[in-house]
Nanobody
Framework: VQLQASGGGSVQAGDSRRLSCVAS????????VAWFRQAPGKEREFAAA????????YYAESMKGRFIISRDNTKNTVYLQMNNLQPEDTAVYYC???????????????????WGQGTQVTVSS
């Protein structure tokens, strides 16, 4: 599967932004899809995931209540709605996918074997 992330840009603190990750191929509902992010000078970190099948959602603690991940399997698309953005949310955001990924592993990037190219989100104060 190939992933295409989009929706990044420059925003002000407190603004919202929605990222999209569109996947090619079939059986999209067989894939757990996650968003990771990498801030300048930092390691890539988990943000949110939507599991295959029923689409159970998972969030990093720092993003709970502000970020919402959702998916539309009819459009092969996963969204990340980001609200009340802060300068510390500035990062390149990547979507990633893995088929039939055990929910215990959704937080760990090495289990994802398909990655999008990343989209930059810059939040200014």
């Amino acid at each position: 599967v190939q992933l295409q992330a989009s929706g990044g840009g420059s925003v002000q603190a407190g603004d919202s932004r929605r990222l999209s990750c569109v996947a090619s191929g079939r059986a999209f509902n067989h894939y757990t899809v996650a968003w990771f992010r990498q801030a300048p000078g930092k390691e890539r970190e988990f943000a949110a995931a939507s599991s295959y099948g029923v689409g159970t959602t998972y969030y990093a603690e720092s993003m709970k209540g502000r970020f919402i991940i959702s998916r539309d399997n009819t459009k092969n698309t996963v969204y990340l709605q980001m609200n009340n953005l802060q300068p510390e949310d500035t990062a390149v955001y990547y979507c990633a996918a893995a088929s039939f990924l055990n929910d215990n592993y959704v937080y760990t990037e090495r289990y994802y074997n398909f990655w999008g190219q990343g989209t930059q989100v810059t939040v200014s104060s």
